[in-house]
């Protein structure tokens, strides 16, 4: 009788919850003022990096080959031919790196593993790397004795090249295994310390960029097959992950397994056009629910299913490109992950566009959009990041309203700048930092449930196919300098003050950091004027004196020749 009734609690408890569940409101559009106030308590403040972008040693202590490192070896690839393979040498730097840290007094400290780094040919069972393992065991223990808590990703990009090679990477479902069976490896060896773990990061960028439109490695245009053939295995590869961590080790280990989604966000043109409307919805659920959904809701979003599937027929193909999952994966992913993970970094205006099926297959023209920009907005240091905080506080009610209100933490929010010469008073970042987190804080009031924030990214670093040319990071490295040596921007003592106040306390106080952080920053660029000035004077002392030299030499027996012909 008592289970009857339990049951019947239980059945009145989801009706009412499913009842009580909003609708994102596509047409609501609230870009109010400034919100002064603080976080709770138990919110989290860190900052990332990736192994790929920041370690370098890309052939030391036996670490194996990774479709980047042979992607970049590749020419014409990378931003004038760069390579990450010192990049800012953080394998050799982790305890000045980790006074960085210190000194932003984050809570938490996002970085990646890479799998070639511990297996170096991807394949568990063919070797192991007791000098990768050693490196992630002291980095972990270096960040606990300093009482900073290591969120770690497991797949930041940097597939084993030999798995790309015998299997065509994330194209065949075997990866689904050797990922199993590097992430059990990293369970084992690091879970009794690590316990928030992130299976993958932006998954999207992985499937489009490097199946589709071929720019990140391993750099394969399989147009309108590719990415979809990649995320599917990609999805069942973290559900596998969560299940594998789930059986054997949270009861033991008591963390966490999430995956770390990155997306714009898509804002309708017109916003009493149904069709903008829908073209938005199909942008967000094209880059962001394409994953989320199967994970919270059991399989893709129905829209991507009947758009990709209409284009397919209409190219002449019997079934749709976008593949399907049986009913029991459908019961096997949903539900794994224990939280999500939001990247963002900037927004779209949206508008619908009807691309012809005549075109050919592709993941852009099956969504039928066009994205804008407002000419309105400040124009951004780098290419595409324009600031638009409010899209994020947009972004996360949709996270929300259609995920059922998981525990959220930001994982990536920051923006680059496009400089070659030394620049610290990064006034922009200072205005992009504050609106941003501000507008999360505004999320937070409106009840969407986020835990932490992870601004990105620590340093300056390897920024895939822009190679140097964009900075993303707090601190900025010094590339040309053989010591790689890291300098502090402004927006480092302003992203200090909004830890240590734990939010916003009153406009007086906002505005005396963002005084005092241009401050500092000017005296610190006046220090560091001198280096770029050394690197150029090396310049004119190999380069220019030499070939100057080199011309008065021959103009010199041009003249002795002509003078002498003329005595003759």
Same mark, same amino acid.
């Given at each position: 009788?008592?289970?009857?009734?339990?049951?019947?609690?239980?059945?009145?408890?989801?009706?009412?919850?499913?009842?009580?569940?909003?609708?994102?409101?596509?047409?609501?559009?609230?870009?109010?003022?400034?919100?002064?106030?603080?976080?709770?308590?138990?919110?989290?403040?860190?900052?990332?990096?990736?192994?790929?972008?920041?370690?370098?040693?890309?052939?030391?202590?036996? =670490?194996?080959?990774?479709?980047?490192?042979?992607?970049?070896?590749?020419?014409?690839?990378?931003?004038?031919?760069?390579?990450?393979?010192?990049?800012?040498? %953080?394998?050799? =730097?982790?305890?000045?790196?980790?006074?960085?840290?210190?000194?932003?007094?984050?809570?938490?400290?996002?970085?990646?593993?890479?799998?070639?780094?511990?297996?170096?040919?991807?394949?568990?069972?063919?070797?192991?790397?007791?000098?990768?393992?050693?490196?992630?065991?002291?980095?972990?223990?270096?960040?606990?004795?300093?009482?900073?808590?290591?969120?770690?990703?497991?797949?930041?990009?940097?597939?084993?090249?030999?798995?790309?090679?015998?299997?065509?990477?994330?194209?065949?479902?075997?990866?689904?295994?050797?990922?199993?069976?590097?992430?059990?490896?990293?369970?084992?060896?690091?879970?009794?310390?690590?316990?928030?773990?992130?299976?993958?990061?932006?998954?999207?960028?992985?499937?489009?960029?490097?199946?589709?439109? %071929?720019?990140?490695?391993?750099?394969?245009?399989?147009?309108?097959?590719?990415?979809?053939?990649?995320?599917?295995?990609?999805?069942?590869?973290?559900?596998?992950?969560?299940?594998?961590?789930?059986?054997?080790?949270?009861?033991?280990?008591?963390?966490?397994?999430?995956?770390?989604?990155?997306?714009?966000?898509?804002?309708?043109?017109?916003?009493?056009?149904?069709?903008?409307?829908?073209?938005?919805?199909?942008?967000?659920?094209?880059?962001?629910?394409?994953?989320?959904?199967?994970?919270?809701? %059991?399989?893709?979003?129905?829209?991507?299913?009947?758009?990709?599937?209409?284009?397919?027929?209409?190219?002449?193909?019997?079934?749709?490109?976008?593949?399907?999952?049986?009913?029991?994966?459908?019961?096997?992913?949903? %539900?794994?992950?224990?939280?999500?993970?939001?990247?963002?970094?900037?927004?779209?205006?949206?508008?619908?566009?009807?691309?012809?099926?005549?075109?050919?297959?592709?993941?852009?023209?099956?969504?039928?959009?066009?994205?804008?920009?407002?000419? =309105?907005?400040?124009?951004?240091?780098?290419?595409?990041?324009?600031?638009?905080?409010?899209?994020?506080?947009?972004?996360?009610?949709?996270?929300?309203?259609?995920?059922?209100?998981?525990?959220?933490?930001?994982?990536?929010?920051?923006?680059?700048?496009?400089?070659?010469?030394?620049?610290?008073?990064?006034?922009?970042?200072?205005?992009?930092?504050?609106?941003?987190?501000?507008?999360?804080?505004?999320?937070?009031?409106?009840?969407?449930?986020?835990?932490?924030?992870?601004?990105?990214?620590?340093?300056?670093?390897?920024?895939?196919?822009?190679?140097?040319?964009?900075?993303?990071?707090?601190?900025?490295?010094?590339?040309?300098?053989?010591?790689?040596?890291?300098?502090?921007?402004?927006?480092?003592?302003?992203?200090?003050?909004?830890?240590?106040?734990?939010?916003?306390?009153?406009?007086?106080?906002?505005?005396?950091?963002?005084? =005092?952080?241009?401050?500092?920053?000017?005296?610190?660029?006046?220090?560091?004027?001198?280096?770029?000035?050394?690197?150029?004077?090396?310049?004119?002392?190999?380069?220019?004196?030499?070939?100057?030299?080199?011309?008065?030499?021959?103009?010199?027996?041009?003249?002795?020749?002509?003078?002498?012909?003329?005595?003759?």
């Amino acid at each position: 009788m008592m289970v009857c009734g339990l049951w019947i609690f239980q059945l009145l408890w989801l009706t009412f919850y499913a009842w009580g569940e909003e609708d994102f409101q596509w047409t609501q559009n609230d870009r109010g003022s400034f919100y002064y106030g603080t976080f709770p308590t138990s919110f989290t403040w860190g900052v990332g990096s990736s192994a790929y972008q920041t370690e370098g040693a890309w052939d030391t202590d036996g =670490k194996g080959q990774s479709i980047w490192d042979s992607f970049t070896h590749r020419k014409g690839k990378v931003f004038m031919n760069q390579t990450a393979d010192s990049s800012c040498d %953080g394998y050799f =730097k982790v305890k000045e790196d980790m006074e960085l840290l210190k000194e932003l007094k984050v809570s938490h400290y996002r970085l990646s593993i890479s799998w070639p780094r511990l297996i170096p040919t991807g394949i568990r069972t063919e070797a192991v790397n007791e000098k990768g393992i050693k490196y992630y065991n002291d980095l972990i223990n270096s960040l606990l004795e300093n009482k900073i808590t290591p969120v770690v990703t497991l797949y930041h990009w940097d597939l084993p090249q030999t798995l790309q090679e015998r299997f065509s990477g994330w194209q065949n479902i075997s990866m689904v295994t050797y990922f199993n069976d590097y992430a059990t490896l990293c369970f084992e060896r690091f879970g009794d310390r690590v316990k928030h773990w992130i299976t993958f990061n932006n998954p999207w960028s992985v499937a489009v960029e490097g199946y589709e439109t %071929g720019e990140h490695a391993p750099g394969l245009k399989l147009r309108g097959t590719g990415a979809y053939k990649a995320a599917h295995h990609i999805i069942r590869a973290h559900a596998k992950v969560w299940h594998t961590y789930n059986k054997h080790w949270r009861s033991k280990h008591k963390g966490f397994v999430g995956i770390s989604l990155t997306t714009e966000w898509g804002e309708p043109v017109d916003i009493s056009s149904q069709k903008d409307i829908e073209a938005a919805e199909r942008f967000v659920q094209f880059n962001f629910g394409w994953f989320a959904n199967p994970i919270y809701n %059991g399989d893709y979003p129905q829209i991507m299913k009947e758009y990709i599937g209409q284009k397919s027929a209409q190219q002449g193909l019997g079934l749709s490109r976008l593949p399907t999952f049986t009913s029991q994966e459908k019961s096997y992913i949903k %539900g794994t992950s224990d939280f999500l993970g939001v990247g963002h970094f900037t927004t779209r205006y949206i508008t619908s566009r009807n691309f012809p099926s005549t075109q050919g297959p592709s993941y852009y023209t099956d969504r039928d959009l066009t994205e804008l920009v407002d000419p =309105k907005w400040p124009e951004p240091e780098s290419k595409g990041l324009y600031s638009v905080p409010w899209g994020f506080r947009r972004l996360l009610n949709f996270v929300k309203t259609q995920y059922g209100n998981p525990m959220v933490y930001v994982t990536e929010n920051g923006v680059s700048e496009k400089m070659q010469c030394a620049q610290l008073c990064d006034e922009w970042r200072i205005q992009y930092l504050k609106g941003y987190i501000n507008e999360m804080l505004k999320a937070i009031k409106d009840g969407v449930n986020i835990q932490g924030y992870t601004a990105w990214s620590l340093l300056d670093k390897f920024e895939w196919d822009e190679g140097f040319s964009e900075r993303f990071g707090l601190y900025f490295v010094e590339f040309r300098n053989k010591n790689k040596p890291r300098y502090p921007k402004a927006s480092v003592q302003f992203y200090k003050k909004i830890i240590s106040a734990n939010g916003f306390p009153n406009h007086r106080e906002v505005e005396n950091w963002h005084r =005092k952080s241009t401050e500092t920053c000017s005296t610190t660029n006046q220090l560091l004027a001198a280096d770029p000035l050394i690197t150029h004077m090396e310049m004119v002392t190999e380069i220019v004196v030499p070939t100057v030299f080199t011309l008065c030499i021959l103009i010199s027996a041009v003249l002795l020749m002509i003078l002498l012909r003329r005595q003759s």
